[in-house]
């Protein structure tokens, strides 16, 4: 028989087990050590910055796609370095929207708030109802309501550089014949009570250049001279004046400073169905 012939050896080669990916996961996880640690550094720096920074941080977390765009910039995250131009009035007027939403009896008072950006500035309105809203009826004596908004207003407003001027309106109905208070007094009371408070409150003493009183002069609902509505207080945050290359001031809107016209309005303080000489 002839001889079988062995079949031949399999040999198995293994390979070197130090080469190729070897040892790459740590890499990844020293970098997420790094991340970890340069993210504590930083919780640690804010926590020892001014209150401003922390603010401002803390807005772009709470609202990305609102606050963030205006982290540096807006009354939240900067406080005093907002400036209410021309350009961002309406950014002002979003953010006192926001805060007044914020006090308990909103829907109660909302109708009675009215903000709208004019060639002057933010106007503020605070409308009276027929039996008084935001003052004691017939009275400068302002209400808990009254008070509530306004040191709101108060400490929003003095966070901004810009001036604040005040105005008190009525409607026209009249003071009894021979009284030695009417509606000029009862204007400029009211206007003047809101300046106190408010300074009281939150805005700098010199932050108020004007305190005004236009009786019914300046009807909101000029149809309809008795309408409640006609009675309110006016708020208007002014642009800031700039000054061009001749040393003259310039309001925001182009117009000299000294030449510059203020709209004004009115208030009178008595429901439609009071008797004259009756003020609500």
Known sequence: MA?????????I???GG????HGGAWKVAYADFVTAMMALFIVLWLMNTSKQVQEAVGGYFKDPTGTAKRVGSDMRGSGENFIASKENMEQ???ELQRAVREIPDFDRLKNHIDMTVTNEGLRIELTESAKGTFFDSGSAKISEDGKELLELLAKELGKIPNKIAMEGHTDSRPYAVGANYGNWELSSDRANAARRLMQQSGLREDQVTQVRGFADQQLRKKDDPLDPSN???SLIVKYLEKINSEGERKSDDGAKGEDRKTSAESENDRGPNSTPGVKH
Do not use: D, F, N, Q
């Open 3 to 11: 001889a079988t012939t062995p079949p031949p050896p399999i040999i």
């Open 13 to 15: 080669k293994k390979k």
């Open 18 to 21: 130090h080469s190729g990916h």
């Open 92 to 94: 002002l007027k979003e």
């Open 231 to 233: 009675r309110r207080i």
